[in-house]
């Protein structure tokens, strides 16, 4: 593995110690017990173990960072400025209807910065990961966004508002994360969702950045109702020229 901070490599190990959890679990989908957590969306409780265990190893850690996560919400620890940045399972629904895309994703922020985020896809074994101001790297490997010119030529992942809207060739994953994660690894060429938590978008945005590509800005003391455009720097404002009304 190339030279990471020690706050990485604890990232990555937590990432790999709960995968274990997750790839058992969706192979007994008919065992799992599900609770409603609001329209077309759910939480598992594998879902729920996942971020106890990421808690658990990250405290063990750094025992004064704060939490930001999508099931506890904010836990405020003595570093106020610090926070780890937590989706147990971006794209659950994925997860509990048997298909395979699906991530973890942590990033860390230091006040209105994102320092390094880790998405890690545990069926794939694939894990991207980035720090601030040295670069983005896919399984060891460092990676690029795509150098692609002309519109017709990419392809862009979105939610289903944004399908509904966009004249650009789309994709709909149901994992934010990962289509994050594919834009800075130059598999697609843009993302854009409304609405969307900071969750699911902070370890995405500093793997682009860090893969060379251009992200909006975005306010990192928000944690929902967050507005993302993100795409390779060529494709970035031809992107945004077609959203001008999303």
């Known amino acids: 593995m190339n030279s990471i901070s020690p706050n990485l490599n604890v990232m990555i190990r937590a990432c790999e110690k709960v995968s274990k959890v997750i790839i058992r679990d969706f192979g007994e989908l008919e065992n799992l017990q599900v609770l409603k957590k609001g329209p ?62 699906f991530a973890i994703s942590i990033a860390l922020k230091f006040k209105d910065e994102i320092r390094s985020g880790v998405i890690f896809d545990p069926i794939k074994n694939e894990i991207f990961y980035a720090e601030k101001n040295m670069g983005s790297f896919y399984n060891n490997q460092r990676i690029r966004v795509s150098k692609k010119n002309e519109l017709e030529e990419c392809l862009f992942a979105t939610n289903h508002q944004g399908a509904k809207f966009s004249e650009l060739n789309l ?59 993100a795409a390779s720097n060529n494709i970035y404002p031809k992107m945004l020229e077609k959203l001008k009304n999303f």
């Open 40 to 101: 077309k969306d759910f939480v598992t409780k594998t879902d729920k173990r996942v971020e106890e265990i990421l808690i658990e190893e990250l405290t063990k850690s750094k025992k004064n960072y704060s939490f930001i996560t999508e099931e506890t919400g904010i836990i405020n620890n003595s570093e106020k400025d610090i926070f780890w940045i937590i989706d147990p399972i971006d794209g659950t629904t994925n997860f509990l209807h048997g298909i395979p895309h």
């Open 171 to 229: 994709r709909y994953s149901g994992c934010a994360a990962l289509d994050l994660a594919y834009v800075g690894a130059g598999r697609l060429d843009g993302f854009f969702h409304n609405n969307i938590n900071i969750w699911d978008i902070a370890a995405g945005a500093i793997i682009i950045q860090e893969a060379g590509g251009k992200v909006n800005d975005l306010n990192y003391f928000e944690i929902n109702n967050i507005d993302i455009r």
